[in-house]
Each structure stands twice: as structure tokens, then as C-alpha cells.
């Protein structure tokens, strides 16, 4: 059980503000600070704070004493890597529209540009390892996002209610084929514009959005939250068009723009969540939340960026399912725990949380390597053989899965923690057959 010490990552499209302020440091940060990460992963690994003030990389902890550290199950399927990674991320402006490889994808994709002789470092190169990327999103804060194909009928209704005579071709060709092979049609099209005709076909769409807006007398209210998906009633696209004309505005002439009229606008609450499978095309427009991912930094990028895009790989990944994500408000797992469901057995998150005036102690049962990160009051753990750390916001701790069981007794409410550790470690049973087994 010691504390640890999380690299920050300055991202052009990050905040100065969500993640000092979880840290306690200075407020507004000279420079963008996007992601906070918490984990093992080679690009930035967390630093273990050993009490007589000496500190030792996690990523060599690891493989140093796997079997102490990640318990013989982990090491078994997962040799001696941490198979999950964990961050914070703040989001002031969108994130590249992405998606991330499945497992098969993924190692055929690093083999083959291993063969090819491609530097890992390289910015043309797409995999920069062998795993796939699925990812949870827990929002701190409310959580804008663009994430996976809208049902195409409600997209030809958009296009409908644009009145834009540009896009009607485009409004034609999926009416035509209102399913997944339609929107692949429709997305290659537009991924794969020419600029001359991107240029004849995005002024218009952005002065058709604007347009709606007007009709509709609304510039600057965010879209109620209603139901498990965040979606318009009727014909009502007024949070698309505002969404569209703000990515139009950071990104002018990208062809991402054009993309992201075909997916879905999702907001999240506090302590709501979404799981992202590999295959789905996302963004993140705003906001800051609680990540967790297998330990994969595999992005394939179409566009909303200034960095590497391959079309070609882009396609081979994604999958054009359509329809509303569902959002998760979690499930209780005890008085103090809640946890989100994934298929991923990479990884599971929960959250603790203690009101003002509560105060029993928990204890934490799991013979797997876990990650705790305190978001707001502070906590005292204390383990069977006597070892004992606080954890104040912004702070984290690591537990070794040889570690003593450990009881964490909350400070003065209110209390949040997040729980990070392996899908296939169990939880209570009556949470159900999608957690640990799958």
C-alpha cells in the first residue's frame, strides 16, 4: 500500500484549470493540462512513494516482483503488465474524432508495422503496441461527447430539417440505405473528400446550422438531460447545430466536421457513465471525467486534428452499429460502492462515496492489483499489518495484490474514491454475470 506520484499530459485541447485544481497546484496552469494518468503504461508510468521518501517507477515495480504486485491470476493471462490504465481527463476543447482497435486489430496491426520497420515514435505510425483500447468514461463534471452512429433515420431527418440543397445527395444516398452499409457509404464519402468539393459542401451545412438556430431562438442553452440517452425530442437539433458550429470554429475546413453530423450527442451527469467498445467513433467535446481503459495507447484518427490520419485503417476498424449508447448511473455493490458495467476483462471501475456525517469504514477484498484516486475529501487506509496512508484529493494509492487487506475510513464528508482493478477480479455476486467472468 504506498501512495503515488501520476504524470500529467499537456494536450493542446486540455484544461488549465480541472485537473490543477484536483491537484491542488496553481490556478490557471501556464499550460493545457489534459490527462492525468494513473497506471504502468511505458509513455508515463505512475512513480511508487515509499515512506522512507524513496520512490521507485510502478512499470519497474512490476517487473521486478510480478507476482507480489499483480497477484499470480494477472500474471498468468496477463504476463507481467498492469492491464488496465486509469486518468483523469479535462477536456476544454474536442478531442480528435477516434476509434480504437479490437484485439485481433490491434496485434495484426503492430505486427505488421513491426515488420515494416516503422519507429514506435514515428508519427505516421498507427499501433504502437499489441492491445486494444476499449474505455469507460465516468463524468466528474457534466461530459460532452459526440460517440458512435446515430440511428441513420433520425440522421436523414437532420439533413432534412438543414435544408442545405448541398447535402441532399448525401440526404438521398442514405434514405436510400437507412442501416450500417449506408452509413459506411456516407462516412467514406465524406472522410475521403476532395477539398474542392468538402469546400462546396461544408460553408453551406455550417450557414444551414446557424439557420436552424435562428428559427428555433436558441444560441446558448445546453440541452436538458432526459432519460438514459441524451437525445432531442421530435425534430429538434439545435444541440447538434451548436455542436457542429463549435467544432467548425476550432477546426475550420477539417472534414471531421462534416463526420460528426452522422453520431451521436451524449451529455453525462456527475457520476454518470459510458463504455466504449473498440470500433466506435467518438469524441470528447468537454468537461472532465474518470477514464479507464486496457493499457493501450492505440488511436486511429479521422480528423479534428493536426495529427496522423490513415483513412484506409480508420475504416478497417470502425464499427457502423447504430443507435443510442446507453449511459450508466451504476449499480450499488455495497452501502458505499457503486460500479459500472463492461464487457472489458481488462479492467471494472467503482465509486466510493461517503456523505457529510458518514463515517463507517470499508473494507476492500481483492487478492488483484487496484488503484484507488481520491476526487474529493480525503481518507485514512489502514492495512492488517499495521501500514496505514492518507489520501487526500487528487491523490491516489497503489495496492500490490499481496498487499494485507486494507479498511479505509473516510475523513469528513462529503468522500469520493474511484476503484480501479482488473474485470475479471469478482465483486459481490448479486451485481450479475457482467462483471469478472465476461
Given at each position: 500500500m504506498e501512495l503515488l506520484r501520476n504524470a500529467v499530459r499537456p494536450y493542446a485541447w486540455g484544461s488549465r484549470t480541472?485537473?490543477?485544481?484536483?491537484?491542488?497546484?496553481?490556478?490557471?496552469?501556464?499550460?493545457?493540462?489534459?490527462?492525468?494518468?494513473?497506471?504502468?503504461?511505458?509513455?508515463?508510468?505512475?512513480?511508487?512513494?515509499?515512506?522512507?521518501?524513496?520512490?521507485?517507477?510502478?512499470?519497474?515495480?512490476?517487473?521486478?516482483?510480478?507476482?507480489?504486485?499483480?497477484?499470480?491470476?494477472?500474471?498468468?493471462?496477463?504476463?507481467?503488465?498492469?492491464?488496465?490504465?486509469?486518468?483523469?481527463?479535462?477536456?476544454?476543447?474536442?478531442?480528435?474524432?477516434?476509434?480504437?482497435?479490437?484485439?485481433?486489430?490491434?496485434?495484426?496491426?503492430?505486427?505488421?508495422?513491426e515488420g515494416r520497420g516503422v519507429p514506435r515514435d514515428a508519427p505516421e505510425r498507427n499501433y504502437v503496441d499489441p492491445s486494444h483500447k476499449p474505455e469507460l468514461i465516468c463524468a466528474l463534471t457534466e461530459l460532452q461527447a459526440l460517440a458512435g452512429f446515430r440511428d441513420p433515420q433520425r440522421t436523414v431527418e437532420l439533413l432534412e430539417a438543414l435544408d442545405v440543397p448541398a447535402l441532399d445527395p448525401y440526404r438521398v444516398m442514405l434514405a436510400a440505405e437507412p442501416n450500417a452499409d449506408g452509413l459506411r457509404t456516407l462516412f467514406t464519402t465524406w472522410i475521403t473528400m476532395p477539398e474542392p468539393a468538402m469546400k462546396a459542401v461544408l460553408p453551406p451545412t455550417l450557414d444551414g446550422c446557424v439557420a436552424l438556430l435562428r428559427r428555433n431562438g436558441v444560441w446558448s442553452s445546453s440541452p436538458t438531460p432526459s432519460g438514459d440517452f441524451r437525445a432531442p425530442r421530435g425534430g429538434d437539433f439545435r444541440a447538434e447545430c451548436r455542436v457542429i458550429l463549435e467544432l467548425a470554429e476550432t477546426y475550420p475546413g477539417d472534414v471531421g466536421v462534416l463526420a460528426a453530423l452522422l453520431l451521436n450527442h451524449v451529455v453525462l451527469a456527475s457520476g454518470e457513465a459510458m463504455y466504449l467498445p473498440a470500433g466506435n467513433l467518438h469524441t470528447y467535446l468537454r468537461g472532465t471525467g474518470v477514464e479507464i481503459s486496457a493499457n493501450s495507447d492505440n488511436v486511429l484518427r479521422g480528423g479534428l486534428t493536426s495529427k496522423h490520419i490513415d483513412v484506409p485503417e480508420l475504416l478497417r476498424v470502425l464499427d457502423f452499429s447504430y443507435g443510442a449508447l446507453p449511459v450508466q448511473r451504476g449499480e450499488p455493490v455495497g452501502p458505499h460502492e457503486t460500479a459500472y458495467r463492461t464487457l472489458a476483462e481488462e479492467f471494472q471501475l467503482t465509486r466510493l462515496e461517503w456523505a457529510h456525517g458518514e463515517s463507517t469504514p470499508m473494507c476492500l477484498h481483492s487478492r488483484w492489483p487496484q488503484i484507488l484516486l481520491c476526487t474529493q475529501g480525503s481518507a485514512r487506509l489502514h492495512s492488517l499489518d499495521g501500514g496505514s496512508v492518507t489520501v487526500r484529493r487528487g491523490g491516489s494509492v497503489w495496492l500490490a495484490a499481496d498487499d494485507p487487506e486494507v479498511t479505509v475510513c473516510p475523513g469528513p464528508g462529503p468522500v469520493q474514491l474511484f476503484r480501479a482493478l482488473p474485470g475479471l477480479a469478482p465483486l459481490p455476486a448479486h451485481l450479475g454475470p457482467s462483471f469478472g467472468s465476461e
Open positions: 480541472a485537473i490543477p485544481e484536483l491537484l491542488g497546484g496553481p490556478v490557471p496552469a501556464p499550460h493545457p493540462q489534459a490527462e492525468l494518468w494513473l497506471g504502468a503504461h511505458p509513455a508515463d508510468p505512475s512513480v511508487l512513494m515509499h515512506g522512507d521518501g524513496a520512490e521507485t517507477s510502478l512499470l519497474e515495480a512490476l517487473r521486478a516482483d510480478p507476482y507480489r504486485h499483480l497477484g499470480p491470476r494477472c500474471v498468468q493471462r496477463w504476463g507481467g503488465q498492469l492491464p488496465f490504465l486509469l486518468k483523469v481527463l479535462a477536456a476544454e476543447e474536442p478531442l480528435s474524432l477516434q476509434a480504437h482497435p479490437s484485439a485481433e486489430q490491434a496485434a495484426e496491426g503492430f505486427a505488421r508495422e
